[in-house]
């Protein structure tokens, strides 16, 4: 009986700390570490992703946070970038202990911190930036995208000015002279010269990061007379360049083709002219055809433009996908662990392969291959429309993600070359302007 | 490359430099004059243009023709208001001191007013085009440019080149401020305010910073970082031309801008390197630049 006795102690003694050790116990807060532009350039994106990301986290604290836990924001400004950036980052995780980090807009910055976050084994979502060889090369544990890359982005863009524009002979290209400039005319070079090899490519040009003149582009562009320019500029460049074009006639001679046009349009407002094929890095828009009478979408869009003054752009979607992510994950994992806390590895555990829906797109599924982000993409013609002082999409297709990503473990470009013209006979529905 | 496409070339090449050799001669203007290497140069052009942007916006609506006095009166704002504060304040009381301590008080006034500007500005785009869209646009061989870009800026910049040949060498204010570049102290000892020509020289060449961002503004975006770049280019032309270097100043500017307008047509992935590979290349055989001449160092 004394055996017995000791036996059922033991037992007991052992069933509690066993159950200690599953069950994490609940932190107060749940901490997230945001890389963003604050300052430079590409603020045009950081600025208005850090009042979504601020905005989202109110509400969703309102709504008693990720699993019970509120959630509280740490940013670290993209714009110091280099060392200042990754030890910016290094604080935020080790002297912070922030539970999970966002990074980052620039493809540079991700290129950077991505093997930081898997040394200091943090999880990490790649919320915006697109160069696909990041998950390409290697296989990350605590590393993720809750987006798309620059391959489906791109080629989403190609596909829909083959269907609407199947004639055309001669295409210019006008990019950013950096990484994404260089990289998205590759995607999308490479994708055209194996769907309609008999296009000839009459100018490359690559002009300074932050030219503010592109006069002698634009000369040499009105000579050579291409049916088609793309440009998968952004920002301040992509204003300049579109102002400068519409000003001397160019919009008007050749078929423009805004790769990631959609963050432009409001600021552009009547400069644009109708007609230009707009990409949006995503199914984004703030009338995104199956959300835009869907109450939750609505409600957000109009508290964005309260707040900012603007309709959200692609970056405030990104930022709401990566809250998503989180939050679909931690409830999952919290799930798996009978209702308990989780640990951070079963959270990374829980995250690969998970689908969510913000609710302001498509959903999106991460590939637990690769950690990519399956995403559809959207790509629409402008239009002016009644009542807005700045054109909006009209025609829109939205790409399915798994028809248009390359397969994991094979290389974006060496994928690309093997499409075949009649890729671009696949069926995509088509929304037109409200 | 045919006749019709080196004259597109040439036009384009003149335009650009309009605008280079707008804001390069004001830094080396003060460079000559007060033997300082403004850093914050850059930040005068982008203030010159937010400012220029900011008139023009509020004008237009009443008259559109009042945006080129804007642009003018926006220019003379920023060169008196910060000009003026970063020459009697910053750089007066290190009168004297080693150059290293101006430079690095231009860079924080550099500094300061990139996050001022973002402070007041913002950091979307700003776009101000009015001034622009006045004029008509004119076709050469079948090529529509704007008048504002291959007549006005051309046009202003050529006024602005003889009226400070003229001032520094026709007018009693001019003979002082050149009397003080020669000699300071011999010039003080007759009678001359140094101090006082330093000031009115710095507002100058920050005027002219100034000047170049607010007639840049009705052509491009008006972003953060704007300054930053345009400082390292007028660095390049104003070390390229020789450092007060007025008229060297204007035929280096021509010279990048027509080069590289042709680098375009011709290999346009060189078109980044174009002004600092002039640079370096003139630098190695002439250190004192272009137009610049042999010093001999007062012991």
Redesign the interface.
């Known amino acids: 009986m004394q055996f017995l006795k000791a036996a059922i102690a033991a037992g007991l003694i052992l069933a509690t700390f066993t159950g200690t050790s599953l069950a994490q116990s609940k932190p107060s807060e749940l901490k997230i570490g945001i890389t963003t532009f604050l300052s430079g350039p590409a603020s045009v994106f950081g600025v208005p992703a850090k009042a979504a990301a601020e905005m989202i986290a109110e509400d969703l604290n309102k709504k008693g946070g990720i699993g019970g836990v509120p959630v509280k924001l740490s940013f670290i400004d993209e714009g110091a970038g280099g060392e200042a950036l990754v030890s910016n980052y290094r604080r935020v995780v080790q002297d912070e202990k922030v539970d999970a980090t966002f990074a980052s807009i620039s493809s540079g910055s991700c290129t950077q911190l991505v093997p930081v976050a898997e040394d200091l084994k943090v999880m990490n979502f790649m919320w915006d930036c697109g160069a696909a060889s990041i998950l390409e090369t290697k296989k990350y544990r605590y590393n993720f995208r809750t987006q798309a890359n620059g391959t489906p982005e791109m080629l989403a863009v190609l596909l829909y000015l083959l269907k609407t524009k199947p004639d055309f002979k001669t295409i210019a290209v006008v990019n950013q002279d950096y990484a994404w400039g260089r990289e998205s005319w590759e995607i999308f070079s490479t994708a055209l010269k194996a769907m309609k090899p008999d296009v000839q490519v009459v100018a490359e040009l690559f002009p300074k990061f932050g030219a503010p003149d592109y006069s002698t582009e634009i000369s040499r562009l009105l000579a050579l007379r291409p049916d088609v320019v793309l440009t998968t500029s952004w920002g301040g460049d992509l204003d300049t360049l579109v102002r400068q074009a519409g000003q001397r006639g160019l919009l008007q001679q050749s078929t423009f083709v805004l790769g990631i046009g959609e963050s432009s349009i409001q600021r552009l407002g009547k400069d644009l002219p109708e007609g230009l094929i707009v990409g949006a890095r995503g199914d984004h828009w703030f009338l995104h055809p199956e959300k835009k009478d869907d109450a939750a979408f609505k409600a957000f869009n109009e508290a964005f433009k309260a707040k900012t003054g603007a309709w959200p752009i692609y970056p405030v979607y990104h930022m709401a996908q990566a809250f998503k992510a989180l939050q679909t994950a931690y409830d999952k994992a919290i799930k798996s662990n009978g209702g308990n806390w989780p640990t951070r590895e079963q959270v990374v555990d829980a995250t690969a392969g998970i689908e969510f829906a913000t609710g302001f797109g498509r959903p999106i599924t991460l590939r637990p291959e690769d950690n990519q982000g399956l995403e559809a993409q959207l790509v629409g013609v402008t239009k002016s429309v009644p009542g807005y002082d700045f054109k909006l999409l009209d025609n829109i297709m939205i790409f399915d993600p798994r028809m248009i990503t390359n397969p994991a473990g094979v290389r974006s470009v060496e994928w690309l070359k093997t499409l075949k013209p009649d890729f671009v006979k696949m069926d995509v529905p088509t929304f037109k302007a409200p | 490359m045919n006749s019709?496409?080196a004259i597109?070339?040439i036009?384009?090449?003149i335009?650009?430099a309009a605008?280079v050799f707008l804001v390069s001669v004001g830094l080396s203007l003060i460079f000559g004059v007060l033997r300082v290497v403004n850093v914050a140069h850059g930040s005068l052009y982008a203030f010159g243009a937010y400012l220029a942007a900011t008139f023009s916006l509020a004008i237009a609506p009443i008259s559109p023709w009042l945006t080129y006095p804007a642009l003018l009166a926006a220019s003379i704002v920023i060169g008196v208001a910060c000009g003026g504060f970063i020459e009697r304040f910053l750089l007066r009381p290190l009168s004297g001191q080693e150059d290293v301590l101006q430079l690095l008080i231009t860079f924080a006034a550099f500094m300061i007013m990139d996050n001022l500007q973002?402070l007041i500005w913002?950091?979307?785009?700003i776009?101000a085009?009015e001034p622009?869209?006045l004029l008509p646009?004119v076709a050469v061989?079948?090529?529509?440019?704007?008048s504002y870009?291959v007549i006005l800026l051309p046009g202003v910049a050529l006024a602005t080149l003889l009226g400070l040949r003229y001032f520094l060498r026709r007018t009693l204010s001019g003979a002082v401020i050149l009397a003080v570049t020669e000699d300071r102290e011999a010039s003080t000892a007759i009678g001359i305010d140094a101090k006082r020509v330093y000031f009115v020289t710095f507002v100058i060449g920050a005027s002219l910073a100034a000047l170049g961002g607010a007639l840049?503004s009705p052509?491009?975006?008006?972003?953060?970082?704007?300054g930053a770049?345009?400082i390292v280019l007028s660095f390049a032309v104003a070390a390229t031309a020789g450092l007060g270097q007025i008229e060297g100043t204007a035929l280096t500017a021509l010279m990048i801008g027509l080069t590289?307008?042709f680098v375009?047509?011709l290999q346009?992935?060189f078109?980044?390197l174009v002004p600092y590979l002039l640079m370096v290349l003139v630098l190695l055989m002439r250190p004192f630049g272009l137009f610049g001449a042999v010093q001999v160092r007062k012991i």
């Open positions: 019709t496409l597109l070339a036009l384009d090449g335009s650009y605008l973002r913002g950091v979307q785009p776009f085009a622009l869209r646009n061989f079948g090529v529509s440019y704007t870009q840049a052509t491009t975006s008006l972003v953060p970082g704007m770049d345009m590289r307008a375009i047509y346009p992935e078109e980044v």
